[in-house]
């Protein structure tokens, strides 16, 4: 009689315990922690001749804690995060100034702050600043018009120029693609989007190919006059105007930029004009994954993984490791493990109960899906050399961190999505 009272009392507490997480996508939950697992691997391989296992373990601990903090996360209710919303905004930017003011050298950018013996990066966090505010912003649907998607443009512009200043030309990459992406999913007409990064297109067309850039011009005017009506007219002459400058402004613009910045947005096309310098993590890096055919070498096995060919393989050249050692058959299924978090976060998107929820999903999904092509593109050679993260594969803590907390996040949004009473 006793054992049976504590059986239904151990039952009791954890059908109560569990009430908590009836909602929770466990495959969006599960399928970030299988990748962090597989990445703590690889890790430990890119280290083993090194002795430097360290990284492995960090990388391991910290998922572990990232998992538990996005279960944490996702028992709360994600709406009170409107209520904070102008406080999170403030802490972004006011930790993106402490960077420039206070912050920690490296790699010839000034992008961490050192707190009790740790680097913190605090761009990284300042990615969900971005898209909580956003999503506070333009859950009402107001980016339907020119004013509301200048206000969010706005929002986003502050800490947007904080960390290109810093420099991080890849993260604040990063903050565009989150907001293109989070107004689009608000209602922006999409021609006011493509006007949107028009000059920036005319900028690196026109150092390529003057005739494709009067084309780009043209066109521009085009989309204008059909995506602007009331302004028809007068919005393409601008538009033309503004694109016809920023052609020109690019040669301006390409001397703000570093030296290794600049190598790294040329580089990628002809890398063995500087195969010992600029061109040579890319160089290695296919060297690497080509050499892993379809099966890979092996967990442990790959030469250029072993040997340490690829400078910090561990961070944003993880994923040659994958194609040596595991091979095409590797890759596949790491690329579908990011397809699989992509939908589970479009479908909870969809199936939000208010458009705040569904935009902080798009907004979390704008910024893995970005980072995740770009970072595996940059790796093969069909990107520049941004420095951006693979998402929890990549070694680096503030990532990692800031990966799991979005998770936890959308999680909260699929938790709650049912639930109506406060």
Known sequence: MTSYSSYSLVRKRWKNLSQGWQGVDWLLFILPVGVTIFASILISSTQKYTGESGFAINHAVLGGIGAILALWIARSRYERLLQWRWIIYAATILSLLAVMAIGTEGLGAQRWITVFGFNVQPSEFAKLGAIITLAATLKDRDASTLFGM?????????????????????????????????????????????LMISPLVSAIVFNISVPVWIGWVVLMGIVAYRSLPWWSVYSAVVAVAVNSVSGKLGDVMWHVLKDYQK????????????????????????????????????????????????????????????????GFIGGIVLLLSFWLICLRLVLIAQNAKDNFGSLLAIGVLSMIIFQAVLNICMTIGLAPITGIPLPWMSYGRSALLTNFIAIGIVESVANYRFRLKF
């Open 150 to 194: 200048v206000k969010a443009l706005a929002i986003t512009a502050v800490p947007w120029a904080l960390v290109f200043l810093q420099p991080d030309l890849g993260t604040s990459l990063v903050f565009g693609a989150i907001t293109i992406g989070m107004l689009y999913w608000s209602g922006t007409h999409p021609g006011w989007l493509i």
């Open 263 to 326: 190598d790294r947005l040329v580089l990628f096309l002809h890398p063995d004009k500087d195969p010992l310098g600029g061109g040579y993590h890319l160089i290695q890096s296919r060297i690497a994954i080509g050499a892993g055919e379809l099966w890979g070498r092996g967990l442990f096995h790959g030469t250029q993984t072993q040997l340490s060919f690829i400078p910090e393989q561990h961070t944003d050249f993880i994923f040659s490791a994958v194609g040596e050692e595991l």
